[in-house]
């Protein structure tokens, strides 16, 4: 088991900038991939950011030049730093981690809301 803990969003202006943050606990060795997922009122969930634990990234297509995903020396922390925030962005940002054996964990979710 893996759990996650989420911090960093809040309310801001366009054009702003914030740094989401995901801590994973738990069986942490088995960790592969981790990533950013986002979902907006009525909307799918939308891939943000992902990456492994090589350090390959891949980002949405609406993100891509704006925002970073990274892993901290530990590897058990992933974040996202968001720039040139849009108001399309306002979402809930779910961190998710991947296992080798292919298992999905997610956190609680953190509110990213960018006001025009």
């Known amino acids: 088991q893996v759990q996650l803990v989420e911090s960093g969003g809040g309310l801001v202006q366009a054009g702003g900038s914030l740094r989401l943050s995901c801590a994973a606990s738990?069986?942490?060795?088995?960790?592969?991939?981790m990533g950013w997922i986002r979902q907006a009122p009525g909307q799918q969930r939308e891939l943000v950011a992902g990456i492994t634990s090589g350090g390959s990234t891949n980002y949405g297509d609406s993100v891509k030049g704006r925002f970073t995903i990274s892993r901290g020396n530990a590897k058990n922390t992933v974040y996202l730093q968001m720039n040139s925030l849009k108001p399309e962005d306002t979402a809930v940002y779910y961190c998710?981690?991947?296992?080798?054996?292919?298992?999905?964990?997610w956190g609680q979710g953190t509110q990213v809301s960018v006001s025009s």
């Open positions: 998710y981690v991947e296992s080798h054996l292919g298992l999905r964990y």
């Open positions: 738990g069986s942490i060795f088995s960790i592969d991939v």
